[in-house]
């Protein structure tokens, strides 16, 4: 059993009696192991599994607890328990209650976010401030989502008292957005949450434990949520070290403050590292323990062997450095899954995998922009879910304001006079519209905001009789619209024929290969890499852009391998949408940004970039949620993540920018530089 595999402090831990328990685990000290045995301890104890809800930051950490449970139990009893991130365990639940949802990503929300940004005239108004982007006012109200249990404008003014002369128009943007969503039962991540916290408030769930992985990374939201689930028995597990999720709403506090806010609550500290051995344990404890110790405790060596001290690289130039980190990965003896190179700043990836490529080596990056949120991809998954979807308005949007001269608000009009012209039914109203006058497109004004704008005037249809269409299309109604130009009839007639060539067909693999051999997605891989292979100068280099078709293509054929696992076409999408993030490309060196390492570990690290202003990042810092304490976790997150060896690196210049640099102020905490440390100074309150 795993209980007895258990050390001394994660048995007592496991085993504890019911109520409140915090359980600290330090990186590598086993709360994997700890979270298994306290189920099985659980089971064994006569808890229904029905009653047992895991909640953790990623459905591959559920499923590898879970896995690990069934060398013990059989699928029947496993299958029982509720497990799975806040996200998927709430999306499941909402889905019983309210079928109609559709769960959207954050960019196509911002897209439609921006449609109703982009129908406000704040020149009109009379005033000296400059309103921000509809993309920083959609960030900030994501933000205040997980952030605060307060109305948006408290919150908001709070931060940004100058703005309270717009604050009224910000509001009616995110009423008339959050009506939208309701409209067409669109949901964001975000709701998910606040969706089943409101219904918590009527209903209760019938869990006697709950167990929470990586608490420190929980927001207020999250925390408002495991309170209303009024367990009988809270298991949380985190490491206020590695609370790095600030700029995300994560909340410190909710570790910090847990035995205050549970009565009769019970802390348990891990503190025995299985993985690193004691020179780079005994780095990172001396770098960490500057920040306040919030609970007491001490990283103690849990492992036997020979032991590498950590080496520090000094280079004159930053170029030099990758290439000299590149050719010391070229002579490791390591299997590359084994090695990882970590980074604050995603700018320091390109260097490193130029140099790592330059030597014929192969890497992977993780941590910048997500496979399945690069635009290629999510073109792509926006013509399927279209399909699974036809009400799916953002999914529209987001395929046809690539079209020239249409962009999102016009898109949202186009979607609304399709839907109309198929009398509810979009693919009809491409293929076989059945209604021909052009619908009112305007039911929000707001005289009072700026809303000026007249209803539509039929256009005349003559002013595209030299272009070649089908009988068909030159009938359309959508070809009436006064906005649509020359260029948005020709990106329709793509999109019609894409539509008529599938409308059969249901098996993904077969949808999506006639997809990327469309006119239509010709036309996007055209764009991005000619986007992608602009110069300063405004000159497209025609070599990278070949380099960045080839690239768009590649992710185009992974996407249609990944669809040929799956028969249907719904489940196809869904698993795209839901657990895309937690899929990655490839194979070689671990390319990561120190966010994207978390929960990784590796033989060999390199950690680089380690210059006063990349690490600690002074521009992060004054961010929102940005403070060197977070650094240093940042900091310590990354050395940790080195099981034998661990080498840290920075260049003193940089010859394309022209910049000296300094040794970042980690490296003295850290020993390997002698002398007192300089900070960047802290943000004004």
């Known amino acids: 059993m795993p209980l007895s595999t258990l050390n001394e402090a994660q048995h007592r831990a496991a085993t504890a009696t019911g109520g409140y328990n915090l359980i600290i685990a330090s990186a590598g000290t086993g709360k994997t ?64 209650s309210t079928p109609g949802l559709s769960l959207k990503q954050p960019g196509e929300l911002k897209t439609l976010f921006r449609s109703t940004y982009e129908k406000r005239q704040f020149k009109r108004l009379n005033h000296d401030i400059e309103p921000f982007s509809a993309t920083y006012l959609y960030e900030m109200y994501q933000l205040y989502q997980n952030a605060s249990l307060e109305t948006f404008d408290s919150w908001f003014l709070a931060q940004y008292p100058d703005h309270e002369v717009l604050m009224d128009i910000y509001l009616d943007i995110c009423e008339e957005f959050e009506a939208t969503k309701a409209e067409y039962g669109f949901v964001s991540f975000n709701d998910l949450l606040l969706h089943m916290r409101r219904q918590l408030l009527e209903n209760t769930m019938p869990f006697d434990e709950i167990l929470v992985d990586e608490y420190q990374d929980t927001n207020t939201l999250q925390s408002a949520l495991i309170d209303a689930l009024k367990a009988k028995s809270l298991f949380c597990v985190g490491d206020y070290d590695q609370s790095i999720y600030a700029f995300n709403g994560a909340n410190i506090q909710n570790i910090a ?5 549970y009565p009769g609550a019970k802390v348990f500290t891990l503190s025995k590292n299985y993985r690193s051995v004691a020179p780079i ?18 990283l103690e060596v849990g492992r036997r062997g020979d032991a590498h001290p950590p080496k520090l690289l000094v280079y004159d130039e930053l170029f030099v450095q990758y290439q000299s980190i590149a050719g010391m990965i070229k002579k490791s003896h390591l299997p590359n899954e084994h090695i990882a190179v970590i980074f604050r700043n995603n700018a320091s990836a390109d260097g ?64 609304q006079c399709l839907i109309h012209f198929g009398n509810g039914n979009l693919p009809k109203g491409v293929l076989h519209p059945e209604l021909f006058d052009l619908p009112k497109l305007n039911p929000h004004k707001n005289m009072q905001l700026g809303l ?21 299309i030159r009938a359309h109604p959508l070809l009436k619209h006064p906005k649509l130009g020359q260029e948005g009839v020709k990106y329709f007639i793509d999109y019609h024929q894409f539509l008529q ?42 070599e990278k852009k070949e380099r960045s078709k080839e690239r768009i293509l590649r992710k185009a054929r992974l996407l249609l391998d990944l669809s040929s696992h799956y028969r249907e076409l719904e489940r196809f999408v869904n698993a795209m949408i839901l657990g895309g993030g937690e899929l990655s490309e490839g194979e070689g060196v671990n390319l990561l940004t120190v966010h994207a390492s978390k929960g990784l570990e590796f033989s060999e690290v390199y950690v680089i970039d380690l210059m006063d202003g990349r690490f600690p990042n002074h521009k992060l810092m004054n961010r929102s949620g940005g403070a060197l304490e977070e650094e240093r976790r940042l900091f310590y997150v990354a050395v940790t993540r080195a099981k034998d060896r661990l080498s840290l690196s920075y260049a003193k210049y940089d010859r394309v920018k022209k910049i000296d640099f300094k040794p970042s102020p980690f490296l003295y905490e850290a020993g390997l530089l002698k002398g007192e440390p300089t900070y960047p100074p802290e943000k004004e309150s």
């Open 33 to 96: 192991s700890t979270i298994v045995g306290r189920i099985v301890h659980l089971l064994k104890e006569g808890i229904s599994p029905e009653k047992i809800l895991l909640l953790t930051f990623t459905n591959k950490a559920a499923g590898e607890m879970i896995a690990r449970l069934g060398a013990f139990f059989p699928k029947s009893t496993l299958d029982r328990i509720e497990s799975g991130t806040f996200h998927a365990v709430c999306y499941r639940w909402l889905k019983k």
């Open 501 to 542: 060539t599938v409308q059969q067909s249901r098996v993904p693999k077969s949808i999506l290969a006639h997809a990327i051999n469309s006119a239509l997605y010709t036309q996007i891989v055209e764009l991005l890499s000619t986007q992608r292979a602009r110069l300063k100068t405004g000159e497209i280099d025609q």
């Open 452 to 472: 000026f704008d007249d209803d539509l005037e039929i256009g005349s249809v003559t002013r595209f009789k030299h272009l070649e269409m089908s009988e068909a």
């Open 281 to 298: 344990l005994s780095l990172a404890n001396r770098v960490i323990e500057r920040n306040e110790r919030i609970y007491p405790k001490k």
């Open 257 to 261: 403050t847990f035995a205050d806010r």
């Open 352 to 415: 490193i995998e130029a140099s790592l490529r330059e030597l014929g080596l192969p890497c992977k990056r993780k941590g910048g922009t997500s496979f399945f949120e690069s635009k290629e991809v999510k073109f792509l998954l926006d013509l399927l879910s279209l399909m699974v979807n036809p009400k799916d308005m953002m999914a529209f949007i987001h395929i046809f304001e690539y079209g020239k001269g249409i962009g999102s608000a016009l898109s949202k009009e186009l979607f």
